[in-house]
Protein backbone atom coordinates (compact mmCIF):
# COMPACT_ATOMS: atom_id res chain seq x y z
CA UNK A 1 0.00 0.00 0.00
CA UNK A 2 2.72 2.15 0.81
CA UNK A 3 4.00 2.37 -2.82
CA UNK A 4 -0.08 3.45 -3.88
CA UNK A 5 1.17 6.93 -2.83
CA UNK A 6 3.75 7.07 -5.71
CA UNK A 7 3.62 10.98 -5.85
CA UNK A 8 3.65 11.77 -2.05
CA UNK A 9 6.82 8.79 -0.37
CA UNK A 10 6.52 11.04 2.61
CA UNK A 11 3.21 10.18 3.09
CA UNK A 12 3.20 6.73 1.96
CA UNK A 13 4.84 4.81 5.51
CA UNK A 14 2.17 6.91 7.43
CA UNK A 15 -0.84 5.64 5.31
CA UNK A 16 0.36 2.16 5.89
CA UNK A 17 0.75 2.22 9.27
CA UNK A 18 -2.97 2.49 9.90
CA UNK A 19 -4.09 -0.92 8.32
CA UNK A 20 -0.91 -1.97 10.36
CA UNK A 21 -1.71 -0.77 13.57
CA UNK A 22 -5.62 -1.37 13.42
CA UNK A 23 -4.81 -5.50 12.77
CA UNK A 24 -2.82 -5.37 15.76
CA UNK A 25 -5.00 -3.94 17.91
CA UNK A 26 -7.65 -6.82 16.87
CA UNK A 27 -4.92 -9.31 17.71
CA UNK A 28 -3.53 -7.71 21.05
CA UNK A 29 -3.10 -4.34 22.07
CA UNK A 30 0.94 -5.03 22.29
CA UNK A 31 1.20 -5.97 19.17
CA UNK A 32 0.31 -1.96 18.70
CA UNK A 33 4.14 -1.14 20.38
CA UNK A 34 5.88 -3.72 18.06
CA UNK A 35 4.31 -2.64 14.95
CA UNK A 36 4.86 0.85 15.64
CA UNK A 37 8.81 0.33 16.61
CA UNK A 38 9.29 -1.88 13.92
CA UNK A 39 7.56 0.62 11.25
CA UNK A 40 9.76 3.61 12.91
CA UNK A 41 12.92 1.04 12.52
CA UNK A 42 12.42 0.32 8.92
CA UNK A 43 11.15 4.08 8.09
CA UNK A 44 14.50 5.43 9.10
CA UNK A 45 16.80 2.68 7.73
CA UNK A 46 15.03 3.21 4.21
CA UNK A 47 14.85 6.93 4.41
CA UNK A 48 18.16 7.79 5.82
CA UNK A 49 20.35 4.81 4.24
CA UNK A 50 18.68 3.47 1.07
CA UNK A 51 16.86 6.13 -0.27
CA UNK A 52 19.92 8.67 -0.65
CA UNK A 53 22.28 5.73 -1.48
CA UNK A 54 19.73 4.70 -4.50
CA UNK A 55 18.75 8.22 -5.37
CA UNK A 56 22.52 9.56 -5.31
CA UNK A 57 23.18 6.70 -7.58
CA UNK A 58 20.60 6.99 -10.30
CA UNK A 59 21.35 10.39 -10.38
CA UNK A 60 25.23 10.34 -9.75
CA UNK A 61 24.55 12.74 -6.38
CA UNK A 62 26.55 12.34 -3.32
CA UNK A 63 24.17 10.43 -0.27
CA UNK A 64 24.68 13.70 1.44
CA UNK A 65 24.27 16.09 -1.40
CA UNK A 66 20.99 14.35 -1.41
CA UNK A 67 19.69 14.53 2.38
CA UNK A 68 21.12 18.02 2.51
CA UNK A 69 18.99 18.86 -0.28
CA UNK A 70 15.75 17.59 1.28
CA UNK A 71 16.84 19.26 4.60
CA UNK A 72 17.45 22.50 3.07
CA UNK A 73 14.09 22.89 0.97
CA UNK A 74 12.17 21.08 3.52
CA UNK A 75 13.29 24.49 5.21
CA UNK A 76 12.97 27.18 2.98
CA UNK A 77 9.61 25.42 1.01
CA UNK A 78 7.87 23.05 3.44
CA UNK A 79 6.67 20.00 2.11
CA UNK A 80 6.80 20.92 -1.53
CA UNK A 81 10.15 22.09 -1.43
CA UNK A 82 11.11 18.50 -0.04
CA UNK A 83 9.41 16.82 -2.92
CA UNK A 84 10.46 18.90 -5.62
CA UNK A 85 14.46 18.98 -4.52
CA UNK A 86 16.23 16.38 -5.73
CA UNK A 87 14.22 16.76 -9.56
CA UNK A 88 14.96 20.21 -9.65
CA UNK A 89 18.98 19.82 -8.32
CA UNK A 90 19.35 17.05 -11.35
CA UNK A 91 17.96 19.02 -13.87
CA UNK A 92 20.09 22.30 -12.48
CA UNK A 93 22.93 19.57 -12.49
CA UNK A 94 22.13 18.05 -15.88
CA UNK A 95 21.97 21.48 -17.98
CA UNK A 96 25.09 22.89 -15.74
CA UNK A 97 27.43 20.10 -17.44
CA UNK A 98 26.17 20.24 -20.75
CA UNK A 99 26.79 23.78 -21.02
CA UNK A 100 30.03 23.30 -19.79
CA UNK A 101 30.82 20.69 -21.80
CA UNK A 102 29.71 22.50 -24.98
CA UNK A 103 31.94 25.52 -23.42
CA UNK A 104 35.11 22.95 -23.78
CA UNK A 105 34.16 21.79 -27.51
CA UNK A 106 34.01 25.46 -28.23
CA UNK A 107 36.93 26.24 -26.68
CA UNK A 108 38.79 22.86 -27.89
CA UNK A 109 37.57 24.07 -31.29
CA UNK A 110 38.96 28.06 -31.13
CA UNK A 111 42.35 27.38 -29.91
CA UNK A 112 43.05 24.45 -32.27
CA UNK A 113 44.17 26.27 -35.05
CA UNK A 114 46.27 28.34 -33.02
Not at 23 to 33: E, F, G, K
Not at 83 to 105: C, D, F, M, S, W
Request: glycine fraction near 8%; aromatic fraction near 6%; charge should be positive.
Amino acid sequence: MRYLIGGLPFIGPWVSLVPAVIVALIQDPILVIWVCVITLVAQQVESNLITPNVMGKSLDIHPLTVISLVLAAGNIAGFIGIIIAIPTYGVIKVVVQNLYHERQKIKKEMTKSV
